[in-house]
């Protein structure tokens, strides 16, 4: 009976909790600089830095096996 009453609590408890939902926008950011960090000696990575056209910026890091443009444009999902 105690384990009946206890998957009856758990089942309610996670009935409660619905899904959730990420609402993002997707805008259109240009990349402006292009810096490397040497954060561990055998892995230095590209630190890209994007600029949306409200002048918001966005970070993102990369490995150094690939090529990027200056001026590039690329399309970012953005948290409202």
Avoid: H
């Amino acid at each position: 009976m105690k384990t009946i009453l206890v998957i009856a609590t758990a089942v309610a408890f996670c009935s409660c909790a619905g899904p959730r939902e990420l609402e993002a926008e997707m805008v259109n950011a240009q990349l402006i600089r292009i810096d490397t960090a040497f954060r561990y000696a055998n892995d230095p990575r590209q630190i890209l830095l994007w600029r949306d056209d409200n002048n918001v910026d966005y970070i993102t890091y990369a490995s150094m096996n690939n090529s990027f443009l200056l001026g590039s444009r690329m399309v970012v999902l953005v948290k409202r």
